[in-house]
Every structure is written in C-alpha cells, then in structure tokens.
C-alpha cells in the first residue's frame, strides 16, 4: 500500500529539487565564464561558442561584452547576470518538470 505524500513533504521535495537545479545551472555557467576568461578566442565563436549556448543560454550575453571587456565592471555585470540567469533557468525547467511529474504521472497510476 502506498500512502500519499502529505503538502509539506511535497513542499520540502519541491525546494531541494528547486536548488539543486539552481545550483547545477550557477555551477555551469561559472565554469563557461571561467573558460571564457581563460581561453576567450575559443569560447567567442565557432563550435565551442555553439556548445556553450545549448547548455547555458544566456552566455548569448558574451558576444556583446567582448567588445567592452576593457571595463572591469562591464564583466563583472555580464558575469553575474549569466550566472544568476542560468540558474534560474534550470530551476524554471525543474519547476515544470516537478509540476509535469507530479501532475500527469500521479493520475497515470491512479488509472
């Protein structure tokens, strides 16, 4: 016999799903920047460039600071922003995916 979940479990699942995603999303896009800033010529175009995008979106921000990257505050606030925005977009993708789990594959066993 499976006894449901109560609210507060859900909630308490829901939140640590919530942050690891933010977490794993922050943790890839500072590793992007950290390459970025190591090896700039491989990370700016072509393949890698290409690679960089499907997993992190908003290093799309890079191609715009690379003219500007003179200016130390000009990378630390395209650096913070990709990483603050990578983060929430895993944890946006993690939140529909919890939803569409709990959702859909709750009611496929209740059939």
């Known amino acids: ?3 449901p979940l109560s609210s507060k479990t859900r909630d308490h699942l829901l939140i640590i799903v919530l942050s690891l995603a933010f977490v794993l999303g922050m943790t890839i896009a500072l590793g992007l920047v950290a390459t970025w800033s190591a090896h700039p010529a491989a990370m700016t175009g072509g393949m890698g460039y290409r690679l960089a995008l499907i997993v992190c979106p908003p290093f799309i921000v890079v191609g715009a600071v690379t003219g500007v990257a003179d200016s130390t505050l000009a990378l630390l606030l395209a650096t ?19 939803w569409a789990l709990s959702t859909f594959w709750r009611r496929a066993h209740e059939r």
Do not use: C, H, K, W
Not at 82 to 96: D, E, P, Q, S
């Open 1 to 3: 016999m499976i006894l």
């Open 80 to 98: 913070g922003s990709i990483v603050f925005a990578n983060g929430t977009l895993y944890a946006g993708v993690a939140a529909f995916v919890y």
